[in-house]
């Protein structure tokens, strides 16, 4: 957290020190650039707490620097508390008390607004993003539960990242993201970028990530929430 935060400020002081006066870059000027950069899609690789995620996602100009943007991604979910062991001699690993994977795909629509436009070359386009919709999760199990208690006990052997799969469950939860990038480039048919924000998700059924062991608190949980840091590829539309 103390690495996402630091480079939120780097990205803020980044946009102070480039900041122009108006007269350097015309009204004229600007304007005949702007547009180009309201409408496209792309795709995103993400970074959070939980490891990485992929995502794409589709941007329509809607004027005066704002672009409404649709955006879809997935990747994995674990609770904090989970730590991988290495056991045996050809590197397989046990997680204790861990119960069940997690994938997580929210679907969010929202508004991405230029800020300091008329005072920043063209070449780099910050901007803030709000967004919200459904978010789809898929747990499975981590291990053979035979006797279906949510214990892991002697002869219960785990699955594997995909052996149990077929077992799993769908939940339906809702989200949102706040937060603040930039774009980078001159290029009429690319643009590349960063992003860093927060993102929440919260799920109207229990998500059994741990098992319900007396010495695990909440092992169970209905809200995901943290710092994300993406990176963006974007193609541009004519």
């Given at each position: 957290?103390?690495?996402?935060?630091?480079?939120?400020?780097?990205?803020?002081?980044?946009?102070?020190?480039?900041?122009?006066?108006?007269?350097?870059?015309?009204?004229?000027?600007?304007?005949?650039?702007?547009?180009?950069?309201g409408?496209?899609?792309?795709?995103?690789?993400?970074?959070?707490?939980?490891?990485?995620?992929?995502?794409?996602?589709?941007?329509?100009?809607?004027?005066?620097?704002?672009?409404?943007?649709?955006?879809?991604?997935?990747?994995?979910?674990?609770d904090?508390?989970?730590?991988?062991?290495f056991?045996?001699?050809?590197?397989?690993?046990?997680?204790?008390?861990?119960?069940?994977?997690?994938?997580?795909?929210?679907?969010?629509?929202?508004?991405?607004q230029?800020?300091?436009?008329?005072?920043?070359?063209?070449?780099?386009?910050?901007?803030?993003?709000?967004?919200?919709?459904?978010?789809?999760?898929?747990?499975?199990?981590?291990?053979?539960?035979?006797?279906?208690?949510?214990?892991?006990?002697?002869?219960?052997?785990?699955?594997?990242?995909?052996?149990?799969?077929g077992?799993?469950?769908?939940?339906?939860?809702?989200?949102?993201?706040?937060?603040?990038?930039?774009?980078?480039?001159?290029?009429?048919?690319?643009?590349?970028?960063?992003?860093?924000?927060?993102?929440a998700?919260?799920?109207?059924?229990?998500?059994?990530?741990?098992?319900?062991?007396?010495?695990?608190?909440?092992?169970?949980?209905?809200?995901?929430?943290?710092?994300?840091?993406?990176?963006?590829?974007?193609?541009?539309?004519?």
């Amino acid at each position: 957290m103390r690495s996402i935060a630091t480079a939120v400020l780097f990205l803020l002081s980044a946009i102070s020190s480039i900041a122009q006066p108006d007269e350097i870059f015309p009204e004229a000027v600007r304007d005949s650039t702007a547009g180009r950069y309201g409408t496209g899609g792309g795709v995103s690789i993400q970074l959070n707490e939980s490891g990485f995620g992929l995502g794409g996602l589709y941007r329509m100009q809607l004027g005066s620097g704002a672009s409404g943007i649709v955006e879809v991604s997935i990747g994995v979910a674990k609770d904090a508390r989970e730590q991988q062991f290495f056991i045996g001699l050809f590197g397989d690993t046990v997680t204790p008390f861990k119960r069940n994977y997690m994938l997580l795909t929210p679907v969010q629509v929202g508004v991405e607004q230029r800020i300091v436009a008329n005072r920043i070359e063209d070449n780099f386009r910050p901007y803030v993003q709000a967004s919200v919709g459904p978010t789809f999760g898929y747990q499975w199990p981590y291990f053979r539960d035979v006797n279906a208690n949510g214990l892991r006990e002697a002869g219960e052997d785990l699955h594997g990242l995909f052996g149990g799969i077929g077992e799993g469950e769908f939940r339906l939860g809702a989200g949102g993201t706040l937060a603040i990038g930039a774009y980078f480039g001159r290029s009429r048919r690319s643009a590349q970028g960063v992003r860093l924000g927060y993102t929440a998700s919260y799920f109207f059924e229990d998500v059994e990530l741990l098992e319900p062991d007396p010495s695990v608190e909440s092992p169970s949980r209905r809200f995901f929430g943290g710092a994300v840091v993406s990176f963006h590829l974007v193609r541009l539309l004519d």
